[in-house]
């Protein structure tokens, strides 16, 4: 598994951290700056999982995608 070490802003763990869109490829590839950031895999799959229950199959406004990751950060893990 490849990818960057280091801490998880999340879950505050040194562990393996994967790369998050902050706004989903399937809705916004085409942006010439795409923005994310890290998280371990187990806080990256939770992330999603919140994703993808506010979205139900339909795209969201990028102010939301922020709103959830926001949410997301601060919640108690």
């Known amino acids: 598994m490849s990818g960057t070490y280091g801490l998880c ?6 562990k393996q951290l994967t790369k ?3 706004y989903p490829l399937r ?11 890290y ?3 187990e806080c990256h799959d939770n992330l999603e999982y919140a994703i993808t229950i506010r ?3 339909r ?3 990028e102010y939301v995608y922020l709103s959830i990751l926001v949410s997301f950060l ?3 893990t």
Do not use: G, N, S, V
Not at 9 to 14: A, G, Y
Not at 27 to 37: D, G, I, N, R
């Open 74 to 76: 601060k919640r108690a």
């Open 9 to 14: 802003p999340k879950c505050l763990e040194l």
């Open 59 to 61: 795209k969201l406004p």
């Open 55 to 57: 979205e139900k199959r």
């Open 27 to 37: 809705y916004y590839h085409k942006q010439k700056t795409p923005a994310y950031f």
């Open 20 to 22: 998050h869109h902050i």
């Open 39 to 41: 998280l371990c895999r």
